[in-house]
């Protein structure tokens, strides 16, 4: 039906197929029901069409903080895995753009038929940023910029890698094989999440490379404290080990 690719016979024949389905059970034009399955079933229609053409495209979901404990949580197996830091400035990326919160969630029929029926590249364009940078306000906390590709499936990031921010779990071992593993990139830095000191938010220290070569990276200090439990939002919750009862000759009970 969108595709320009069908003929205006095709077209009429597919509007008189739904047509006939919706009368089935009804008169269309009267019954609401019958009025509300025709609607779902043209939408349904639209989706699909849409799909086939732009459903091949690729997309790359950024974020521009390094800062949520929910994002870390979510994305970095709670905390456990690393963070990619991009510069996006080496070059023009045109279809690199923020996430519209606030946008309509579904595309406009008057935008799709100025698109297909007219060729009007303004609809086009619309109808392109609401299939691709619209999502829930729910979701304005991961600060998301997307950059669309015409081809999906896994591929090299175009941008240069300016540092590595490692979870607060992350294992120390892993922090150790990539200092030696950049060694020779200086310019990419390193951090360590961890908690901020009066807060649950997190911060970020740099990993002094020289120290970890020489030694190792040491277990951040607050995980070391075994009678504290934090959930995967880096909360804490209220689970501490129960304490051990002594008998008088200070035998554990």
């Given at each position: 039906?969108?595709?320009?690719?069908?003929?205006?016979?095709?077209?009429?024949?597919?509007?008189?197929?739904?047509?006939?389905?919706?009368?089935?059970?009804?008169?269309?034009?009267?019954?609401?029901?019958?009025?509300?399955?025709?609607?779902?079933?043209?939408?349904?229609?639209?989706?699909?069409?849409?799909?086939?053409?732009?459903?091949?495209?690729?997309?790359?979901?950024?974020?521009?903080?390094?800062?949520?404990?929910?994002?870390?949580?979510?994305?970095?197996?709670?905390?456990?895995g690393?963070c990619?830091?991009?510069d996006?400035?080496?070059?023009?990326?045109?279809?690199?753009?923020?996430?519209?919160?606030?946008?309509?969630?579904?595309?406009?029929?008057?935008?799709?038929?100025?698109?297909?029926?007219?060729?009007d590249?303004?609809?086009?364009?619309?109808v392109?940023?609401?299939?691709?940078?619209?999502?829930?306000?729910?979701?304005?906390?991961?600060?998301?910029?997307?950059?669309?590709?015409?081809?999906?499936?896994?591929?090299?990031?175009?941008?240069?890698?300016?540092?590595?921010?490692?979870?607060?779990?992350?294992?120390?071992?892993i922090?150790?094989?990539?200092?030696?593993?950049?060694?020779?990139?200086?310019?990419?830095?390193?951090w360590?999440?961890l908690?901020?000191?009066?807060?649950f938010?997190?911060?970020?220290?740099?990993?002094?490379?020289?120290?970890?070569?020489?030694?190792?990276?040491?277990?951040p200090?607050f995980?070391?404290?075994?009678?504290?439990?934090?959930?995967?939002?880096?909360?804490?919750?209220?689970?501490?080990?129960?304490?051990?009862?002594?008998?008088?000759?200070g035998?554990?009970?």
């Amino acid at each position: 039906m969108l595709l320009r690719t069908r003929t205006e016979k095709e077209a009429e024949g597919d509007i008189s197929q739904l047509r006939y389905y919706s009368t089935e059970y009804g008169d269309y034009r009267k019954d609401e029901t019958v009025e509300g399955y025709l609607k779902t079933i043209v939408a349904n229609k639209i989706k699909d069409e849409l799909d086939n053409e732009l459903g091949n495209e690729g997309v790359l979901a950024l974020s521009s903080t390094w800062a949520s404990a929910l994002m870390w949580s979510h994305y970095a197996d709670e905390h456990k895995g690393i963070c990619i830091e991009y510069d996006t400035r080496d070059q023009d990326h045109p279809r690199l753009a923020p996430v519209n919160y606030r946008a309509p969630r579904a595309v406009k029929t008057s935008d799709l038929w100025l698109w297909k029926a007219k060729g009007d590249n303004l609809a086009r364009q619309r109808v392109f940023d609401t299939y691709f940078y619209s999502k829930s306000s729910e979701w304005k906390y991961e600060k998301e910029w997307r950059d669309v590709s015409n081809k999906s499936g896994v591929r090299g990031v175009p941008f240069r890698i300016t540092a590595i921010l490692f979870g607060l779990r992350c294992d120390p071992s892993i922090i150790t094989s990539f200092v030696r593993l950049l060694s020779d990139h200086p310019k990419i830095k390193l951090w360590q999440m961890l908690p901020k000191d009066d807060s649950f938010a997190l911060r970020r220290e740099q990993v002094d490379r020289e120290e970890v070569q020489r030694a190792g990276i040491r277990e951040p200090s607050f995980l070391l404290f075994k009678d504290l439990v934090w959930d995967e939002d880096f909360e804490r919750v209220d689970e501490l080990e129960p304490a051990e009862d002594f008998d008088p000759e200070g035998n554990v009970i």
